[in-house]
Nanobody
Framework: QVQVVESGGGLVQAGGSLRLACAAS????????MGWFRQAPGKEREFITA???????DYTDSVKGRFTISRDNVKNTVYLQMNSLKPEDTAVYYC????????????WGQGTQVTVSQ
């Protein structure tokens, strides 16, 4: 049974930092691209970033230079370091796993709330 579990969300002031973690189990981690998404109230879920086995990563423009994704292939865990947070970063953040030869993210976490205050 595949499980994807996020942790590390919380409340932070604008300009602050948070680090999210996502632990994956029940899958061959090396075969999966790991991604982070977020969904703000009243908005559609949006892609933030994703990382492959070797560490290559893509970011959406709104987080470039502020967010960094990384993965620990021994611990089967992916991280999202979020710096210089803005109120518009407030959302539920989701971790997801996608097989390297597929376009669809098949496994999703339950989400973790990130709230950035003024």
């Amino acid at each position: 049974q595949v499980q994807v579990v996020e942790s590390g969300g919380g409340l932070v002031q604008a300009g602050g930092s948070l680090r999210l973690a996502c632990a994956a189990s029940g899958l061959t981690f090396s075969n999966y691209i790991m991604g982070w998404f977020r969904q703000a109230p009243g908005k559609e879920r949006e892609f933030i970033t994703a990382i492959g086995w070797s560490g290559g990563a893509d970011y959406t423009d709104s987080v470039k230079g502020r967010f960094t994704i990384s993965r620990d292939n021994v611990k089967n865990t992916v991280y999202l370091q979020m710096n210089s947070l803005k109120p518009e970063d407030t959302a539920v953040y989701y971790c997801a796993a996608r097989r390297i030869n597929l376009a669809r993210y098949d496994y999703w976490g339950q989400g973790t709330q990130v709230t950035v205050s003024q």
